[in-house]
């Protein structure tokens, strides 16, 4: 017969006993929305994040963005700087751009964008603050 203990470390803390990191941001690009028609049609995604890095306003919040905030954003990012390498994002496509496979590829490219800024943003908050809060305002909601 097997008996199972309690844990009864007072030196640790519940994350550390469920496994949860002690910091951690998970980014999620999804459900894209198109609107408008004829020459003012667009797509937009929805912005997931779960977080508990102190930089963050909220611990989960999402926001819908669309593609050119994404290339706003990234422009910001580089300007006047060479020392931040900000990952690329997929181009523009002229044909076909409302299809549901252009969609879907943007989207996980998308993702995969912000999912590599965020990877780095302890990095970027050491090099400049603004530009880490402009991405945590992107990400979260802020006006941009």
């Given amino acids: ?16 006993r469920k496994g949860i990191p002690d910091s951690f941001i998970e980014i999620e690009v999804r459900a894209p929305q198109t609107h408008g028609h004829g020459f003012r049609m667009f797509t937009d995604y929805e912005i997931v994040c779960r977080t508990n890095l102190p ?15 994404f290339e706003s954003l990234k422009f910001k990012l580089e300007e006047n700087d060479y020392e931040i390498k900000v990952p690329g994002l997929p181009g523009k496509v002229l044909t076909n751009r409302f299809s549901d496979k252009v969609i879907e590829e943007r989207r996980q490219k998308l993702e995969k964008f912000l ?7 302890q990095l970027i908050q050491d090099y400049e603050v603004s530009k880490a809060r402009m991405i945590v305002k992107f990400i979260q909601g802020g006006r941009f």
């Fill in 1 to 16: 017969m097997k008996v199972s203990t309690l844990c009864t470390e007072t030196n640790t803390t519940i994350e550390e």
């Fill in 115 to 121: 999912q590599i800024l965020c990877s780095n943003i």
């Fill in 55 to 69: 930089m963050f306003y909220f611990k989960e919040s999402t926001v819908r963005r669309r593609y050119s905030k």
